[in-house]
């Protein structure tokens, strides 16, 4: 069974751009969230996606939006980027996003704003 | 607000000798998991802990949950360089897939 799936594995960008991520989750999973990882602030939640709707948000401002689709996948923007948004940003899947469900991690997505 | 904090931050051991990380937590949850970082690289699962008293082990690693003193705690056994690594617990914030992160534990099992 293929893993998650994330694209680009790399971007580089600059101030006031935006980006936009993508997720691909293990087949047969429903839900899907997303976390950001950066060396100050450790692993943080951003938002899951369970049957194309928002089930979870964390506390990031809303330059940090998401959306999923009818097959599952799902994509993350983030407009207007500053500096302090250079992360690893990490989508995770689980079956029905509770119960026993064990979440599965993607590879990242490292973003740089210069 | 849910809080998840692990100790040690930071931890170096000798090939062959046993450690415990802990993971305590500020409120009631029902899941309770253990994942596995190498550096440049993403998450692995190492555990899942459901209930109270549950333990798990794979390998050199034993994980076990108690929920009415809101701790879980990472065993390690006989530490081989291969588990040189950081490692995270996380706690379910709600029945979704909201999971609150520990900051890590950094080991380094040297020879």
């Known amino acids: 069974k293929a893993g998650v799936t994330q694209t680009p594995r790399y971007l580089i960008k600059t101030r006031g751009q935006q980006v936009t991520l993508s997720c691909s989750p293990i087949s047969g999973h429903r839900s899907v969230s997303w976390y950001q990882q950066t060396p100050g602030q450790g692993l943080q939640f951003l938002f899951e996606?369970?049957?194309?709707?928002?089930?979870n948000k964390g506390n990031f401002p809303g330059r940090f939006s998401g959306r999923q689709f009818s097959n599952s996948r799902s994509e993350m923007n983030v407009s207007t980027l500053e500096l302090g948004d250079s992360a690893l940003y990490l989508c995770?899947?689980?079956?029905?996003?509770?119960?026993?469900?064990?979440?599965?991690f993607g590879p990242g997505t490292r973003l740089t704003v210069l | 607000e849910l809080k998840v904090e692990q100790n040690p931050l930071f931890l170096s051991m000798q090939e062959g000798k046993n450690y415990t990380i802990y993971c305590n937590y500020s409120?009631?949850?029902?899941?309770l998991y253990w994942y596995r970082q190498d550096p440049g690289k993403s998450l692995e699962s190492l555990f899942v802990l459901l209930s109270n008293g549950a333990v798990k082990q794979e390998g050199r690693l034993m994980a076990s949950l108690d929920t009415k003193a809101r701790l879980s705690t990472l065993h390690i056994t006989a530490a081989v360089h291969d588990l040189s690594a950081t490692y995270f617990c996380a706690v379910a914030y709600n029945q979704g897939g909201k999971l609150i992160f520990g900051q890590g534990t950094e080991l380094s099992v040297k020879p």
């Open positions: 995770a899947s689980s079956g029905a996003g509770g119960g026993t469900d064990t979440q599965y």
């Open positions: 996606y369970f049957s194309e709707t928002q089930r």
């Open positions: 409120t009631t949850s029902d899941r």
